[in-house]
């Protein structure tokens, strides 16, 4: 299994929205709809902000949104935020019980 | 609210066997969820290494499946994880986990614990 793709970075300005993909094959994100993604700022564990590609869990601010077409999922952060400066990561159910991570996004608000 | 909170030595030696344990607080890990353990290091990113269903049944990473066991102590409500012939590559913060029903998500995360493997 090789680790889903990120960009390395992204950045955008307070107010806007930034998206960031994550690639994988026909084998983990085209073929399930079980991407998740993930928050994690220094020092601190991972938060989970979307399941199933396009679910919050409850807590999490409708700012953040999942999407996905083919191999690529989508997590788009509406109406930037200072405190959305971050790493992003998205991960991916493979089959056969087993899944995959992405190799992280970060973000940096300008 | 469910707590994990991740014990077990910060400081293995090459070739031998990392061991840890995950307290959970606030869940019956007997109940219902997959429960399991994912490290992060600047190497590899980060990487889902073996969970435990509430029943008992046990999935693992298939790059770590020789060297990784997953076990349970439902008496305590905690989870272990033991890794064995570990090297340097070993290296890395391991969290413990509670994993979706469905999906391969994780909801609730330990605040991880770093695990250095040097002599």
């Known amino acids: 299994q090789s680790a889903l793709t990120q960009p390395p970075s992204a950045s955008g300005s307070p107010g806007q929205s930034v998206t960031i993909s994550c690639t994988g094959t026909s084998s983990d994100v085209g073929a399930y709809n079980y991407v998740s993604w993930y928050q994690q700022h220094p020092d601190k564990a991972p938060k989970l902000l979307i399941y199933e590609v396009t679910n919050r869990p409850s807590g999490v601010p409708d700012r953040f949104s999942g999407s996905k077409s083919g191999n690529t999922a989508y997590l788009t952060v509406s109406g930037l935020q200072a405190e959305d400066e971050a790493d992003y990561y998205c991960s991916s159910y493979a089959g056969s019980d087993t899944g995959v991570f992405g190799t992280g996004t970060k973000v940096t608000v300008l | 609210q469910v707590q994990l909170q991740e014990s077990g030595p910060g400081l293995v030696k090459p070739s031998e066997t990392l061991s840890l344990t995950c307290a959970v607080s606030g869940y019956s890990i007997s109940m219902s969820y997959y429960w399991g353990w994912v490290r992060q290091s600047p190497l590899q990113g980060l990487e889902w290494i073996a969970v435990i269903f509430y029943t008992g049944r046990t999935y693992y990473n298939p790059s770590l499946r020789s060297r990784a066991t997953i076990s349970r102590d439902t008496s305590k409500n905690q989870f272990s994880l033991h890794l064995t012939s570990v090297t340097a590559s070993d290296t890395a913060i391991y969290y413990c986990?509670?994993?979706?029903?469905?999906?391969?998500?994780?909801?609730?995360w330990g605040q991880g614990t770093l695990v250095t493997v040097s002599s």
């Open positions: 986990v509670r994993e979706g029903l469905r999906g391969f998500y994780f909801d609730s």
